[in-house]
Nanobody, 126 residues
Framework: QVQLVESGGGLVQPGGSLRVSCVAS????????IGWFRQAPGKEREAVSC????????QYRDSVSGRFTISTDNAKNTVYLQMNNLRPEDTAVYYC???????????????????WGQGTQVTVSS
């Protein structure tokens, strides 16, 4: 049974850091893309970042580039999103999603992803 489970969300002050994790089970990260997406109240879901676990290719949305870093630990079947210099507008439920593919470059397009986690809340507030 394929499953993605996020953890690590919480409350952090503006300018602070947080690392969210996505543990995959039922498949190995090899030849999978993992994406991070977020949805704030009253807003549409948006892509944050993605990674090709096989070749390390990564993509970031412009507003998080330079502040967020996506990485994998294939031995632990886990993908991380390190978030630094957090802003109130980063407040959202963060979801990870998986896509099995041989395509080299991962994509910031939620419609491409098959498996989804339940989400973890990240709140940036003073």
């Amino acid at each position: 049974q394929v499953q993605l489970v996020e953890s690590g969300g919480g409350l952090v002050q503006p300018g602070g850091s947080l690392r969210v994790s996505c543990v995959a089970s039922g498949f190995t990260l090899d030849y999978y893309h993992i994406g991070w997406f977020r949805q704030a109240p009253g807003k549409e879901r948006e892509a944050v970042s993605c990674i090709n676990s096989n070749n390390g290719n990564t993509q970031y949305r412009d507003s998080v580039s330079g502040r967020f870093t996506i990485s994998t630990d294939n031995a632990k079947n886990t993908v991380y999103l390190q978030m630094n210099n957090l802003r109130p507008e980063d407040t959202a439920v963060y979801y990870c999603a998986g896509r099995g593919t041989a395509v080299r470059q991962c994509m910031l397009d939620s419609s491409r992803y098959t498996y989804w986690g339940q989400g973890t809340q990240v709140t940036v507030s003073s």
